[in-house]
């Protein structure tokens, strides 16, 4: 029985460390290879020793895909394939390709130079692992080898997220990755055809949550800032360096022209001006108002943001500063907050995620003393908003997307296990379809049908139309014919053409009969009774006297015989032919019941 | 060398033949016209090759055809059809049928026959679809008759098993416009039995070509377009096709889906997967909604503009309910609730929960659009969903895309009757004062006129917003005075508190007066002002400048100052406006009455009618002065008069009464004259909207007689008959047009110019051209006046160039052979078709003049009647010494022969669409507005 195996080694009912292995058809396939960014132990990577104790991953995996940018899904990457050793296809689109290594450049930077890690990639690794990587074009199907292909759909969320297909046959899976239903300020909503999968991977961030429109969300979030900027005060407000940043930058800059603001916005270190210049770049990959007017301006082209510099964080008055990372785990988003923190004027503004353990996740639950490195204690006494500017997919989202797709069935990654559950049931319950949620580790076998494509040849195709009516839509036919199997693919032909090609010489299949019947007269007399019985009976048929004596209906024969012994009885010899075994039957019956009384 | 030779004889020869014929054709005056089915038949049989006879048939129908001739056409395209042996050629046949069965006069009933019959016997299936769309056309064209309609019906069930999708489609739509709609079939179509159109078509809801889907499902709105009532089994039918795997399918199954639940609504179906049933109309509402949020854009769009039509709202406020889903803007609060009861009604599969925030917040702004429109419908037939919406609605304000912004305020104006906006909504709104888009800003201007707010904080954010908007764009003068009378007169009760500070008076000390032309004290006072109207306590409040400002704006705004009860003060106005409605009668009757004067024209000498031509247009254009509603009617008649006076003038001319042809220029005034009256006439037909036809006759025939004026005075001036010969011919068919258009008309035209000219026709054709000068002189001088009746509505034509200002002293500097741009800002009155017709004309000091034709993107239409054109020009020139000055008008641009009632085939169908559009001349209309403009030579 062939069947999709899936096991997630990293965001089995979690968030983080994105890492999913697929088995279909035969081919092994790794989707994402994230870290996580609430360790710093081992267990920030995935377990890649579950795909092989001992030999080289290459030899297990056909390909691996990564999604999107963000380092959830791509930052053990490097560890992954220079470490552990891969040497085979890593898939990603252009812009990730593009963008990746700058994030993992500045992973590495913080991981090595700011914590002192010691056995941790280089940025050689970075540059060796990213000439493994093949770049892919929306819609473009790649061929991975003579039996995978892959697909990328638009995903929305980040610039150059994108949802993959990954096919084998007429076997297929969809991931997701991350994605966003609702299109925001600088990217469009996720879309894909009716692709009917077998599986459908997706994420469930927001597994319980219907959101309300994005625009007041918005609308808030400038109110916030204003008020706070207006008081004096100074707003921090962290974000990875690429995705949401680029949002909130350009809501901002578009506020700040439209009221005519001076207070500064910065943006912190280089990395943004190199991310901002390949947002320029991939213009065909945002939404339809920065596509239609890039060529007046260029949206990403800031005039209010500028470049931050740490000095800056001790200036006194009223700012906005966006600091990286997002979860206020490390770097500068967390050094700018210790400095922030004690004063009420000020405000964190947290516009996404956080994973659990990091301080973003802390202050948000309500925490108002912080231990910190070094057994210090922080007291926060800045206002502390949460303005969910996420661009994941809600619950709605996620439902439509299921929709969209129509896949046989569900798989729920990247996301708490309890919401999971309520989703799980909501899909199960309202789309009927069934809906798995894996831990990490854990195994989910899906058994499937494959269709199998068999050919059939013009002419037994021409003959059997010409014999019915028109082909209905959607209807099966019943239709006779020999399949030859050969070289692994299949052929249907007509009966006489098998044997040709197959140089065998064809066997004659009859079915005879004897049929007694009680009458004393002659044989001849007796085959013209049967004759004419028939005739009567069988009236769209070609039935036959033969000069010998014998009756045909179509290549039926019979033959009246008289048994020496008893010349009471007769003794009818009906032979038929395999083909018209369903006419042969009819007709033996028939005539055990007996022949009517001749009209005398 | 004999060749040579030969050859040299022969173009000898030809030559001598050729001006044999010169000769004759000067005698001939008389056009004829080759019969058109002779000529096609003539071609076809000419032509050797399928591609051949293709280019044939194409050359042919890019001509017209008359009615008469039509079914010889006909006749001679099917003998060829039958012949044919080329795909290609049939297929233009057959689509050569159904154009000509479209002619106007022509019955194709008698063509029917011969169509169904060769569409038994072909084979190709693009020709079938081809001959299917012929019958449909002859079918439209002869609704009556039941009996064919019947036959064709018929026809298209037999086609409809055809393996082609483009046959199918075609049996589909034939049945869609032709399925019988009445069940009780008329005796004459006996021997077809009347089938289940619905039935039938309802089967192809399941064909296995999407094309042939969707045509099912077009058929079948159809069938409801055309009055059939659908069953209500389709609904069931139509709720499958709604998950379709193509979007044209889904798109047209959404409109079905609509259009049943209309006719349905109080019937009952169930929900699936439970034991409940609902409503139909709130089944299909839901269904809708789910559509919304569709992976196709298309059918978002669709379905988004369903949502508006929707009469019951009642359970709008159902979209915003999220049920047991938490909203997502808190943290923390997406924890899942503790019992999940699985008996909750299914949100999403009703679809209903947050259709609109899914279509406002759609990628494309298309969706967006649409669903702002149905908001708008669905706020205007409920208050209560009005005030919910409202902050849905101010969000939009936001929007990235100027045009959903614009909709969105637009949408918001529409339905402010019902809603009171909250100081928070206020000030969102008034933030989009900044705006830098002027559209967006006189919008917001607009709203801001009928908006309700309910505190005096409000009015004073709205006041410092707009006073704030006055600043940055000095432009919005007018459109924010206007804003402010209105927000004042709606709210007096709220302003009251605030006038002190307003016009910060002191309740102890005098403060300075402030300055008079400063444009925010004249906003602040407009609001005061409109407030105090209807609120008799306020003037004690004012100080004595402020009265004094008042007596000054009253006079100098009075459209924007109302006339106040002011104490010690006698009413001023109020003496001013009953006489104004009792002079209305006066006026009315006066015109009357100068018109009728001018009837006994006709009895006085030259003189006398000179003279009592002269002082009625004095009095008509005074009247136009003084009574705006009559000026379009006073100016009309007043040019008229002017035409004729100056043919009058004309005639009286000395150079009649000498003998001998003149040669020299003396006739200056009458051929002045005679090009006057012309210009005159093309601005009496294209620069008044409400012309009629009666009045259309009136001055062509007033140009005509310019024109006969034009041809005599040539033909006394100018030396030699050749030009003669020309100007005869042409002034001859001038007159066979006019007769030709208004020949309904003629006989209101008695005793006039034409209808003498009319009964000389004949003689006229004949004649040598010095003949026809001395009898259309005799004729000018007898005919009759004719008088011109009035239309009931007539306005002139007016626009006004706001910008450029013409003010400024800085010239426009640029380097000369680039181009430099310059905005143009107009608004345009009583203009019909601005886009085609308005035009914007920039002279240039060396007389070089340039006619830019503006973008129909241009034009915006404000209100009835009214345009505006906000445009750029594009400016070039070669380099200049100094500043100089370009002119910059509005032209009205005209074309008299498409004015003329439809006759397309007229001229033997020479008229080519483009020739139509064409322009034939231009009447400026516009005050010219001066530009300074620089250009610079370019640096090296």
């Known amino acids: 029985m062939p069947e999709i195996r899936v096991t997630p080694l990293g965001a089995g009912q979690d968030v983080g460390r994105s890492c999913i292995l697929v088995s279909i058809a035969g081919k092994n396939v790794m989707l994402d290879c994230g870290m996580h960014m609430g360790f710093n132990d081992d267990r920030r990577f995935p377990d890649f020793s579950y795909i092989t104790q001992n030999g080289r991953l290459t030899d297990f995996l056909d390909c691996v895909i990564i999604s999107h940018f963000h380092l959830d899904h791509c930052g053990a990457l490097p560890y992954f394939s220079e470490m552990v050793g891969y040497d085979g296809p890593i898939y990603m689109t252009h812009p990730t390709q593009a963008i990746c290594p700058i994030l993992l450049e500045d992973y590495r930077k913080i991981a090595v130079d700011k914590k002192g890690e010691a056995n941790f990639f280089t940025s050689q690794m970075i540059k060796d692992c990213m000439k493994k990587v093949v770049a892919v074009h929306l819609h473009q199907t790649v061929q991975v080898d003579d039996e995978l292909e892959i697909k990328a759909y638009y995903a929305g969320h980040v610039l150059g997220a994108a949802m993959f297909q990954i096919k084998v046959g007429s076997e297929s899976v969809v991931y997701t990755g991350d994605y966003n239903m609702t299109p925001d300020r600088h990217l469009g909503a996720a879309w894909i055809d009716k692709c009917r999968p077998n599986l459908l991977i997706t994420e469930s961030t927001y597994a319980t949550t219907i959101r309300d429109s994005k625009r007041c969300r918005e609308r808030d979030f400038l109110k916030k800032v204003h008020e706070t900027v207006e008081r004096g005060g100074k707003v921090l407000i962290p974000v990875f360096a690429l995705g949401r940043a680029q949002e909130l930058c350009i809501l901002l800059e578009t506020f700040w022209e439209r009221m005519n603001l001076k207070v500064p916005i910065y943006f912190s270190t280089g990395l943004t001006e190199k991310a901002n210049h390949y947002y320029k770049l991939f213009i065909p990959w945002t939404n339809q108002k920065i596509r239609k007017t890039f060529v007046q301006r260029n949206m990403f082209e800031f005039k209010h943001i500028k470049a931050f510099d740490r000095a800056f964080a001790d200036n006194p008055g009223p700012m906005v500063v966006f600091a990286t990372p997002g979860m206020l785990h490390a770097g500068q988003s967390l050094q700018i907050f210790r400095k922030w923190a004690g004063n009420e004027k000020n405000m964190v503004i947290m516009p996404g995620y956080c994973v659990q353990g990091t301080v973003g996740h802390k202050i948000l639950s309500g925490q108002r003393k912080l231990e910190m490195e070094g057994r210090q204690v922080l007291e926060v006494k800045m206002q502390v908003e949460y303005m969910s500017f996420s661009a994941h997919a809600d619950a709605k989202g996620i439902m439509q997307l299921v929709g969209q797709a129509e896949p046989e069935s569900v798989l729920l990654v990247h996301g708490e296990a309890k919401k999971m559950e309520f989703l799980k049931q909501k899909i199960e319950q309202e789309l009927r379809v069934s809906c798995y949620m894996p831990a990490n580790g854990e195994t989910v076998t899906l058994p499937t049908s494959p269709s199998i494509p068999v050919g059939i040849s013009l002419g037994l195709l021409k003959r059997e139309m010409a014999q019915g009516l028109l082909p209905e839509a959607k209807k099966p036919r019943l239709l006779h014919g020999t399949l030859i199997m050969k070289d692994s693919n299949f052929r249907l032909v007509s009966s006489e053409q098998a044997l040709k090609e197959l140089g065998l010489a064809e066997h004659q299949l009859r079915f005879t009969c004897r049929v007694h019947l009680h009458d004393t007269r002659k044989e001849q007399e007796m085959a013209l009774r049967v004759y004419s019985h028939l005739k009567s009976v069988l009236k769209d048929h070609c039935v036959q006297h033969l000069p010998d004596g014998s009756v045909t209906v179509e290549s039926i024969l019979i033959q009246a015989a008289a048994p020496s012994e008893d010349p009471g009885t007769k003794v009818l010899l009906v032979s038929w032919t395999y083909q018209d075994e369903e006419l042969g039957s009819f007709l033996t019956s028939l005539l055990k019941k007996g022949l009517p009384q001749a009209p005398s | 060398m004999a060749a040579h030779l030969k050859k040299r004889v022969y173009e000898e020869f030809t030559k001598v033949v050729q001006q044999q014929q010169e000769e004759i054709a000067t005698k001939k005056l008389r056009l004829t016209k080759p019969s058109k089915s002779a000529a096609l038949h003539i071609d076809l049989c000419k032509a050797t090759s399928p591609a051949d006879a293709l280019q044939y048939l194409l050359q042919f129908a890019r001509k017209p055809v008359e009615a008469e001739s039509v079914e010889g056409v006909v006749r001679i395209l099917l003998e060829h059809y039958y012949k044919e042996n080329d795909p290609s050629v049939r297929l233009k046949i057959a689509s050569l049928l159904g154009l000509l069965s479209k002619t106007a006069g022509f019955s194709p009933d008698c063509i029917m026959d011969d169509a169904i019959n060769i569409l038994q016997n072909e084979k190709s299936h693009q020709v079938l679809a081809q001959l299917l769309d012929t019958l449909l056309a002859i079918g439209t064209k002869l609704p009556e008759n039941q009996a064919i309609q019947m036959r064709l019906v018929d026809v298209a069930c037999k ?555 040539t033909a006394r001036t100018t030396r030699g008959l050749d030009p003669l010969f020309g100007m005869c011919e042409k002034f001859l068919q001038e007159v066979d047009f006019f007769q030709r258009y208004f020949i309904a008309d003629l006989p209101h035209l008695q005793d006039s110019f034409v209808d003498k000219l009319l009964d000389l026709m004949p003689r006229l054709m004949t004649s040598k051209p010095a003949e026809v000068v001395k009898i259309l002189q005799t004729m000018l001088r007898q005919s009759a006046f004719l008088h011109l009746p009035l239309p009931e509505q007539i306005h002139k034509a007016s626009a006004t160039i706001i910008e450029p200002a013409g003010e400024s002293d800085n010239p426009l500097r640029f380097t000369s052979g680039l181009v430099v741009a310059l905005d143009v800002d107009a608004t345009l009155e009583h203009v019909q078709d601005p886009q085609n017709t308005v035009k914007v004309q920039v002279l240039y000091p060396d007389g070089q003049a340039q006619m830019i034709h503006p973008k129909p993107a241009d034009f915006r239409n404000p209100g009835p009647g009214r345009h505006r054109l906000i445009t750029q020009v594009y400016l070039s020139h070669t380099a200049w010494t100094e500043a100089c000055q370009v002119e910059v008008r509005l032209l009205l641009a005209y074309n008299s022969s498409a004015r003329i009632p439809k006759c397309p085939w007229m001229e033997g169908g020479e008229v080519s669409p483009q020739v139509e559009t064409s322009i034939e001349g231009t009447i400026p209309f516009s005050k010219p507005v001066k530009v300074y403009i620089m250009p610079k030579p370019a640096r090296r």
């Open chain 2, 159 to 713: 086609h409809l098993t055809d393996t082609s999708h483009g046959v199918r489609n075609k049996c589909l739509q034939l049945l869609g416009n032709l399925g019988s709609l009445e069940k009780s079939v008329t005796k004459d179509a006996e021997g077809l039995a009347a089938r289940d159109v619905q039935k039938i078509i309802g089967d192809y809801f399941s064909d296995q070509d999407p094309r042939v889907r969707t045509a099912a499902i077009k058929a079948m709105l159809q069938l409801h377009e055309r009055g059939l009532k659908l069953h209500q089994t389709i609904y069931n039918q139509a709720c499958k096709l709604l998950s379709d795997d193509y979007e044209q399918v889904r798109s047209a199954a959404v409109q079905l889906i609509w259009v049943v639940s209309q006719l349905y609504p109080e019937s009952i179906v169930p929900i699936p997967s439970s034991n409940e049933e609902i409503r139909l109309v709130d089944d299909a509402f839901g269904k809708i909604c789910h559509m919304v949020s569709d992976g196709s854009w298309v059918v978002r769009v669709q379905a988004a503009k369903l949502l508006r039509k929707r009469t019951a709202h009642e359970r709008a406020k159902e979209l915003y309910s999220s049920g047991e889903f938490s909203s997502g803007r808190k943290w923390g609060d997406d924890a899942p609730k503790e019992e999940v009861d699985t008996g909750a009604v299914n949100l999403i599969e009703s679809g209903a929960c947050g259709a609109f925030v899914h279509g406002l917040e759609d990628e494309m702004y298309e969706v967006r659009i649409a669903a702002v429109e149905a908001l708008c419908m669905l706020a205007q037939s409920s208050p209560s969903f009005a005030e919910k919406c409202l902050d849905f609605l101010v969000d939009m304000f936001n929007d990235e895309i100027e045009e959903v912004r614009l909709q969105s305020i637009h949408t918001m104006r529409k339905i402010s009757n019902n809603i009171t906006l909250r100081e928070d909504q206020l000030d969102t709104v008034l933030a989009v004062l900044e705006d830098s888009s002027r559209d967006i800003r006189e919008a917001l201007h607009e709203l801001l006129c009928c908006t309700n707010v309910s505190t005096k904080e409000g009015i004073h954010l709205a006041l410092v917003e707009l006073l704030k908007n006055l600043t940055k764009y000095p432009t919005d003068r007018d459109s924010i005075w206007k804003c402010l009378k209105f927000l004042g007169s709606r709210h007096p009760t709220l302003v009251l508190p605030l006038v002190p500070e307003l016009l910060s008076t002191h309740p102890f000390f005098d403060t300075a007066e402030p300055d008079m032309d400063d444009p925010a004290y004249i906003a602040v006072l407009v609001l005061i002002f409109n407030a105090a109207k209807t609120c008799p306590t306020m003037p004690a409040l004012f100080s004595d400048h402020t009265f004094r400002h008042y007596a000054y704006l009253r006079d100098s705004l009075s459209h924007l100052v109302p006339a106040l009860r002011l104490p010690g003060r006698k009413l001023v106005s109020s003496a001013v406006s009953p006489s104004i409605i009792s002079q209305e009668d006066p006026s009315q009757q006066f015109l009357q009455q100068s018109l009728e004067r001018v009837y006994s024209l006709q009895h006085l000498d030259p003189q006398g009618a000179q003279e009592l031509l002269e002082f009625t247009i004095r009095d008509l254009q005074r009247l136009g002065e003084l009574q705006s509603e009559l000026a379009g009617v006073a100016d009309f008649s007043a040019t008229y008069l002017r035409c004729q006076l100056l043919l009058i003038k004309a005639l009286q001319e000395k150079l009649w009464n000498v003998a001998a042809p003149l040669y020299l220029k003396q006739s200056d005034l009458a051929s002045a004259a005679a090009k006057q009256i012309m210009e005159e006439t093309y601005k009496m037909e294209f620069m008044y909207s409400g012309v009629e036809n009666k009045q259309v006759v009136i001055i062509h025939h007033m140009r005509l007689q310019a024109k006969a004026l034009q041809l005599i005075v």
